[in-house]
């Protein structure tokens, strides 16, 4: 390793004493994507969230159900992670019940929270921790338990081909694997998503990611920003590459987003260049329907954008800083609270209002019906919403524009219905 390497030998130790590796897979997607995101990625630090921290214990309650049972000896306690405190609630026992037990029933020889050695693969040594994997003559599964909402695919998943690729080498001289599948598990979105690929398809992988982690962590690795990439990238409020991407969309050099390969030298040239005349976006009849959609990829980036330029700008404002343009105020106000319940309900029935009036009976919704049924008669979320279905109602969602892999079925638009229409009528 370089002695002038920006990542040290110091920084590689305490990455790893975390239980994570700087090439971990869950980063993958980031830096086989944009090879510069791992080391400004890693020196940029990590920004820890509620969210990340709720699935770290999910996964945590997880691995101890599988290994010691009895999930229910944590009901109600509180962890500290990350700064954050998450108590284990009724509703993650149950999301997490429907993961284990997809994966008590998986056949094979089972292995849990496995740690598997990539350095075959890396520059440095990596490894990566594998919610679980199972074995058989023939056949690698792998498990990934996902706590969040946003939704995970399976279909070429980096992370889990990572972790496949880690138990193969560990374990293919006893199984011989011929049949890899990548398998999500995401309770709270229903996603039980899986990938089925050959023996070749993954050590074709396993040469891509080699070939990108030697690119990543080159010190003059170029930088390549893209949606997937960016959005959770640690480095994003300072990176060159992607200001540069916003410039281009604020100038309406769209076609150039196809070529977002870059340097950083190359990254501020943009950006000197784009920022002398005032942006101006364009009409939405001034350009094609595929631009659109090429923008479009990058509106949650550009959202985030904005939502952590707020908290950047009002940080600086509680600081004491100007902003030009802005300052500090309140927002709407909250909901009006009653301070004294006993005197207002005194003042009331001296005006004449009775208690019945006071009070708003309501019946329970759906989703409470189900946990008071878990309570009296036990059974997962599932078994007892099967309980109720016969008498609850839920109407279509509202028609929305969604990515095309998304699993969800693609639904007629009014145009084609209408189309289909005139054709019954014309043919009959």
């Not at 130790?13 to 897979?25: C, D, L, R, Y």
């Not at 037990?101 to 490894?127: C, I, Q, R, W």
């Not at 074995?135 to 399976?154: E, F, S």
Request: aromatic letters at 10%.
């Amino acid at each position: 390793m370089s002695e002038h390497h920006p990542i040290t030998e110091t920084m590689l130790a305490e990455k790893n004493a975390t239980g994570h590796s700087i090439f971990g897979p869950s980063s993958a997607h980031r830096w086989m994507r944009c090879p510069r995101s791992l080391i400004a990625g890693h020196l940029a630090g990590d920004n820890p969230t509620y969210y990340a921290a709720e699935g770290s214990i999910a996964h945590w309650l997880a691995e101890d159900w599988l290994t010691n049972g009895n999930p229910y000896k944590h009901l109600g306690t509180v962890h500290e992670k990350d700064g954050f405190e998450i108590e284990i609630t009724e509703e993650m026992i149950s999301y997490v019940e429907e993961y284990v037990n997809l994966v008590k029933a998986m056949p094979g020889t089972h292995y849990v929270e496995v740690k598997v050695d990539l350095s075959k693969y890396t520059p440095v040594p990596s490894f990566g921790t594998s919610d679980h994997i199972s074995a058989a003559p023939g056949i690698l599964r792998v498990k990934d338990l996902k706590y969040g909402k946003v939704w995970v695919d399976a279909e070429e998943n980096e992370q889990g081909q990572a972790y496949a690729l880690g138990a193969f080498e560990e374990l293919d001289w006893l199984y011989d694997f011929q049949e890899i599948e990548i398998q999500i598990a995401q309770p709270r979105r229903d996603n039980y998503d899986s990938w089925t690929i050959t023996r070749a398809d993954l050590l074709a992988f396993g040469e891509r990611y080699r070939e990108a982690a030697h690119k990543a962590w080159d010190p003059e690795a170029p930088y390549n920003p893209d949606p997937i990439a960016c959005e959770y990238c640690p480095a994003r409020l300072t990176c060159p590459a992607l200001a540069a991407v916003k410039v281009k969309i604020a100038a309406s050099k769209f076609d150039d987003l196809d070529d977002t390969e870059m340097s950083p030298s190359k990254a501020v040239a943009v950006i000197e260049q784009e920022m002398v005349s005032t942006p101006r976006l364009p009409a939405f009849n001034e350009v094609s329907v595929e631009q659109l959609a090429r923008i479009y990829e990058w509106r949650p980036i550009l959202e985030k954008y904005f939502r952590e330029m707020y908290d950047y700008l009002l940080k600086k404002l509680e600081m004491d800083v100007e902003v030009p343009g802005q300052k500090l105020g309140y927002g709407r106000a909250g909901n009006r609270k009653w301070t004294d319940e006993q005197g207002v309900r005194r003042m009331l029935r001296g005006r004449g209002i009775s208690d019945l009036d006071m009070y708003e009976q309501k019946f329970l919704s759906p989703a409470q019906a189900v946990q008071l049924l878990r309570v009296s008669l036990g059974g997962t979320i599932k078994e007892n919403d099967a309980r109720i279905a016969p008498f609850v109602h839920q109407p279509p969602g509202k028609v929305t524009m969604i990515p095309a892999s998304d699993n969800r079925p693609e639904i007629a638009s009014a145009a084609s219905a209408f189309d289909e229409d005139t054709d019954a009528i014309g043919n009959s």
